[in-house]
């Protein structure tokens, strides 16, 4: 099987813009998670989907978006971009979403806001 | 909701020798506990993990132990070689326990070999 693919795989931005990503689940996978990572935070929580609903959402301002499509692949949005958005953005997907799933991940989007 | 902390952020050891990285969590109802690793430029990959039922768990060279009185989980990989360079991550589920909880990772640790 094909693994996770994101696109871009780079994105340079500049502040107060917006931007969307994409990432694709592993064929038959139905969850689709999305996790910022950054040196200093490690991997923090976004959201996830399943079934083209959120489930879950972390601890992230509003700017932060998402959504799920029929086929799994996903696309999460951030307006309004501010300097402290740079990071390497990864989504990972799993069957069902059980946490105790082995979560496979992209191989990320790194965004740079300038 | 639920706080993972690890430690070190940073660890060097020379090619042969042990290391040990340790997290701790703060709700004791967590009852699963995944590894992932995360050369560089790649993208994390779970290595081991661990349920509550045991207290061990052992894949070759890697190792996970759990103590759950005192709620902290520990990564073991003896022999250690140049490919083990890499940046761990430790995690548990975040409250309440629904199937579908997300995981709570740490903060990662930079783990460097030294041939």
């Known amino acids: 099987k094909a693994g996770v693919t994101q696109t871009p795989r780079y994105l340079i931005k500049t502040r107060g813009q917006q931007v969307t990503l994409s990432c694709s689940p592993i064929s038959g996978h139905r969850s689709v998670s999305w996790y910022q990572q950054t040196p200093g935070q490690g991997l923090q929580f976004l959201f996830e989907?399943?079934?083209?609903?959120?489930?879950n959402k972390g601890n992230f301002p509003g700017r932060f978006s998402g959504r799920q499509f029929s086929n799994s692949r996903s696309e999460m949005n951030v307006s309004t971009l501010e300097l402290g958005d740079s990071a390497l953005y990864l989504c990972a997907s799993s069957f069902s979403g059980s946490y105790q799933e082995t979560q496979y991940f992209g191989p990320g989007t790194r965004l740079l806001v300038l | 909701g639920e706080n993972v902390e690890q430690h070190p952020s940073t660890l060097s050891v020379q090619e042969g020798d042990s290391a040990v990285i340790k997290c701790t969590y703060s709700?004791?109802?967590?009852?699963?506990f995944p590894w992932y690793k995360q050369e560089l430029g790649k993208r994390p990959q779970l290595i081991i993990d661990i349920r509550s039922n045991v207290g061990e768990k052992k894949d070759q060279r890697i190792a996970v132990t759990l103590n759950k009185t005192a709620k902290h989980f520990s990564l073991h990989i003896t022999e250690t070689q140049p490919e083990d360079s890499a940046v761990y991550f430790c995690?548990?589920?975040?409250?309440?326990?629904?199937?579908?909880?997300?995981?709570?990772f740490g903060k990662g640790t930079r783990l460097s070999v030294i041939a």
């Open positions: 995690a548990a589920p975040r409250p309440p326990y629904s199937g579908n909880t997300p995981l709570v």
């Open positions: 989907y399943f079934s083209e609903t959120q489930r």
């Open positions: 709700d004791s109802a967590s009852n699963y």
